[in-house]
């Protein structure tokens, strides 16, 4: 059963770092488009990131500089990487494997970022 499992949220101070993970089972990693996405309160899901499967990776104009999303197939491993964070990057964040023609959207469990002194 295809799973992906988060870990890595929590309080951060403005111009802080924090990394998230996302620990994923019964596929690797890099085989598939893989994805970031985060949720604000009363808002609807946004995109962040997508590392496609010949390693690409594309950014929303929110995070770009700021965030660096990056995988490691020997962990089954995907990372977000981020940086220079401020209040407005409050939400919960969530790890994807995009759809192919073949099997739906599968999402991490989410975890709840907080930036604030």
């Known amino acids: 059963q295809v799973q992906l499992v988060q870990s890595g949220g929590g309080l951060v101070q403005p111009g802080g770092s924090l990394t998230l993970s996302c620990v994923v089972s019964?596929?690797?990693?890099?085989?598939?488009?893989m994805s970031w996405y985060r949720q604000k309160p009363g808002k609807e899901r946004e995109w962040l990131a997508t590392?496609?499967?010949?390693?690409?990776?594309t950014y929303a104009d929110s995070v770009k500089g700021r965030f660096v999303l990056s995988r490691d197939k020997a962990k089954d491993t995907m990372y977000l990487q981020m940086g220079s964070v401020t209040p407005d990057d409050t939400a919960i964040y969530f790890c994807?494997?995009?759809?192919?023609?073949?099997?739906?959207?599968?999402w991490g469990q989410g975890t709840q970022v907080t930036v604030s002194a």
């Open positions: 994807a494997r995009e759809k192919t023609a073949y099997s739906p959207t599968y």
């Open positions: 019964r596929f690797f990693v890099t085989d598939y488009h």
């Open positions: 590392g496609d499967s010949l390693g690409t990776t």
